[in-house]
């Protein structure tokens, strides 16, 4: 079984999330794809992150009735910073030896890897696939290479979707009172609204 693992804050989850997700089960014939929401990601420790019951919502309501999609709870249960490490280490041991993970994240990411927590272990235990971004350069696989030995034989580069939408922006747009109406799922748009989520 190939499962995929789309990590991130989801703060809050957008049509981004969702089209990179689709496209990644179908290019890599993924069984299903892992929605895992952060607890406090170490990297966004200057960031206060919205509580995790409200992105954990607004998830539920954008997968609800999409097949080949699920929610993992596993790192917002995991109290103290999130390394995705962990994650994948407690994965493999839910699953059979034959299954294969593959963690979807950005081609900016991809970049920042050597800076991660125990990266080489990472990489030697599933394969990234890194999905391109507007106004992000390809990634130097050989610079990557050369700082995590055997990362270029475990990466996987997704040249579709090129998705130019980010929670950052959409956070900013509800705080100034504009519409995210076309860059979220309506169930979440409702919530955030709401809720009151993201109002200065």
């Known amino acids: 079984m190939n499962v995929g693992i789309l990590g991130g804050t989801f703060d809050p989850v957008h049509n981004g999330h969702l089209i990179l997700a689709e496209v990644a089960r179908k290019q890599l014939n993924l069984s299903v794809v892992l929605f895992m929401p952060a607890g406090q990601p170490w990297l966004k420790t200057e960031r206060i992150i919205t509580p995790a019951e409200h992105r954990l919502q607004m998830l539920r309501l954008a997968l609800a009735g999409k097949t080949g999609f699920r929610i993992s709870e596993m790192e917002i249960q995991r109290p103290g910073p999130t390394y995705t490490i962990d994650t994948i280490n407690q994965l493999k041991k839910d699953l059979n030896t034959e299954d294969e993970l593959f963690f979807i994240l950005g081609q900016d990411i991809l970049m920042?890897?050597?800076?991660?927590?125990?990266?080489?272990?990472?990489?030697?235990?599933?394969?990234?696939?890194?999905?391109?971004?507007?106004?992000v350069k390809k990634p130097d696989l050989k610079a990557l290479e050369l700082k995590i030995p055997g990362i270029t034989q475990r990466v996987m580069l997704l040249k579709e979707p090129m998705i130019d939408i980010s929670?950052?922006?959409?956070?900013?747009?509800?705080?100034r009172g504009l519409s995210v109406r076309h860059l979220v799922p309506e169930p979440v748009n409702r919530y955030i609204k709401e809720q009151r989520l993201y109002v200065s």
């Open 112 to 135: 920042q890897l050597p800076q991660w927590h125990e990266a080489s272990a990472l990489v030697q235990l599933c394969y990234l696939v890194a999905a391109s971004r507007p106004g």
């Open 167 to 175: 929670a950052t922006d959409i956070r900013v747009r509800v705080a």
